[in-house]
């Protein structure tokens, strides 16, 4: 089966501006979350939509956001971006409670904010 | 912020021989992930093992876990060229909901 689609691989932006990255989950799974991966900080957690309810909210401000639809598919939402945003946005699939099999992620979107 | 650390940073090793990575963390666990990383890609899902359990084999993946020590091993056994890669610890809490926490990662190198 398909696994998680994530775009786009790659996007510029100028500070200040907004994006939008989407993820596609594999078919059937219905949690979607989304991690942040930079040099300094790592991986670390942003938030987790099920059955398109925030479920789960890491420690970013609130210039992120996302939302989950009827279908499973997220966004993700970066406002008034920073230079500190450019990273490699990852998001991962799973069924409810993860499973033997853990989570399946996208191959991810660099965004790179200059 | 991460809550695992690892250990070693970076390890670089000779095809054939085995490689060994540590992996520290702070709460109760529901389950402990290892994954890998191919040059700032995607993560690829290797292995899990849950809280009652103390040892996992996977292929040439073994996997440990102390919970008393809060503490996970990965051993990947006659290593190939292949499998040069970051390898990351992930945590899944006992707080509900789907959320992973990383450690700091292990970059193996297997040199011909």
């Known amino acids: 089966k398909a696994g998680v689609t994530q775009t786009p691989r790659y996007l510029i932006k100028t500070r200040g501006q907004q994006v939008t990255l989407s993820c596609s989950p594999i078919?059937?799974?219905?949690?979607v979350s989304w991690y942040q991966q930079t040099p300094g900080q790592g991986l670390q957690f942003l938030f987790e939509y099920f059955s398109e309810t925030q479920r789960n909210k890491g420690n970013f401000p609130g210039r992120f956001s996302g939302r989950q639809f009827s279908n499973s598919r997220s966004e993700m939402n970066v406002s008034t971006l920073e230079l500190g945003d450019s990273a490699l946005y990852l998001c991962a699939s799973s069924l409810s409670s993860g499973g033997e099999k853990g989570y399946t992620f996208g191959s991810g979107t660099r965004l790179t904010v200059v | 912020s991460q809550q695992g650390e690892e250990d070693p940073q970076a390890l670089s090793i000779q095809e054939g021989e085995n490689a060994t990575m540590n992996c520290s963390y702070k709460?109760?666990?529901?389950?402990l992930q290892w994954y890998r990383q191919n040059s700032g890609r995607g993560l690829v899902h290797l292995i899990l093992i849950r809280s009652n359990e103390r040892e996992k084999h996977s292929g040439r993946l073994r996997v440990t876990l102390d919970t008393s020590k809060k503490s996970s091993s990965l051993l990947i056994t006659a290593s190939r060229a292949a499998d040069t890669a970051s390898y990351f610890c992930?945590?899944?809490?006992?707080?509900?909901?789907?959320?992973?926490?990383f450690g700091t990662g292990t970059q193996l190198k297997v040199e011909l």
């Open positions: 078919s059937g799974h219905r949690s």
């Open positions: 709460t109760s666990i529901n389950n």
């Open positions: 992930a945590t899944d809490g006992t707080g509900g909901g789907n959320k992973l926490t």
